[in-house]
């Protein structure tokens, strides 16, 4: 695996696609790790694999799976309206609906087996829709942090990264909360580097400055994730050197930038 520190903060000079794909194994996974990008392109689908779940943080939220399952959708709706995003589901349950414990990496071959061909029918389906100006972006998790979902997901991407290159060109997100931990950064982006040992993945960063606070608010939508409002990005920014400003990132072989 061939990587570079270099990190590029310039737009490429094609505008963003009405195809490009913004895939989330969870409800909230873009919002929390590519939100102020998403916000800042204004153009794209939201594709959420396993929205069928039932875990809440927020007290006096429902708890069965049909009730969470809603509101995790009608919070995936306010931010694909904010971002001005169409938003698809594959409706496959989370690991944790199915009775798995969702950092149990013993599962993740075969949960990948059990959403690879749902997903790979949704991704063809949507570069498959409306009018192409271009090669549209599939950003797609790292698996940062070792949810046995996002990790599946990431298989998934991998093993079919020559037939999805055909379509997208493919940049991995550092996924966050999970990514703020570096510790958990760093075991998540070695796996990624080893699970594609012959590519030259560069980090693309972009740092929020004045977008912080827009940022902020399109994560507090998600409001049934928290115990408490979040009043910083302490935790929805990757954890770099300590004097890194709170940022956004993604490892790809192409060249993007905000919009």
């Given at each position: 695996?061939?990587?570079?520190?270099?990190?590029?903060?310039?737009?490429?000079?094609?505008?963003?696609?009405?195809?490009?794909?913004?895939?989330?194994?969870?409800?909230?996974?873009?919002?929390?790790?590519?939100?102020?990008?998403?916000?800042?392109?204004?153009?794209?689908?939201?594709?959420?694999?396993?929205?069928?779940?039932?875990?809440?943080e927020q007290p006096g939220a429902p708890r069965d799976v049909a009730a969470v399952t809603r509101l995790r959708i009608a919070e995936d709706?306010?931010?694909?309206?904010?971002?001005?995003?169409?938003?698809?589901?594959?409706?496959?349950?989370?690991?944790?609906?199915?009775?798995?414990?969702?950092?149990?990496l013993a599962w993740a071959a075969d949960n990948a087996r059990r959403c690879e061909a749902a997903l790979l029918a949704a991704l063809t389906a949507l570069d498959s829709e409306g009018p192409r100006e271009g090669?549209?972006?599939?950003?797609?998790?790292?698996?940062?942090g070792g949810h046995v979902d996002h990790v599946a997901v990431r298989i998934v991407i991998v093993r079919n990264l020559a037939q999805l290159e055909e379509r997208y060109r493919i940049g991995f997100?550092?996924?966050?909360?999970?990514?703020?931990?570096?510790?958990?950064?760093?075991?998540?982006?070695?796996?990624?580097?080893?699970?594609?040992?012959?590519r030259a993945l560069v980090r693309h960063a972009w740092p929020l400055g004045a977008e912080g606070e827009s940022k902020l608010a399109l994560i507090r939508l998600y409001a049934s994730?928290?115990?408490?409002?979040?009043?910083?990005?302490?935790?929805?920014?990757?954890?770099?050197?300590?004097d890194d400003p709170p940022h956004e990132a993604l490892w790809s072989e192409e060249s993007v930038g905000p919009a």
């Open positions: 695996m061939t990587t570079t520190a270099r990190e590029d903060n310039a737009m490429s000079a094609a505008p963003a696609a009405p195809v490009d794909v913004y895939l989330q194994p969870h409800s909230d996974d873009i919002c929390f790790s590519l939100g102020a990008l998403a916000h800042r392109r204004r153009r794209g689908r939201l594709l959420t694999v396993f929205p069928i779940a039932g875990y809440v709706a306010a931010f694909a309206a904010a971002c001005e995003l169409t938003h698809q589901r594959v409706e496959l349950p989370c690991a944790s609906v199915l009775g798995h414990h969702p950092f149990d090669q549209p972006w599939l950003f797609a998790p790292s698996g940062i997100y550092e996924d966050l909360h999970y990514a703020s931990d570096a510790r958990a950064r760093r075991e998540g982006l070695r796996r990624l580097f080893d699970e594609l040992p012959d994730q928290f115990a408490e409002t979040p009043r910083s990005l302490a935790r929805f920014s990757p954890a770099t050197r300590d």
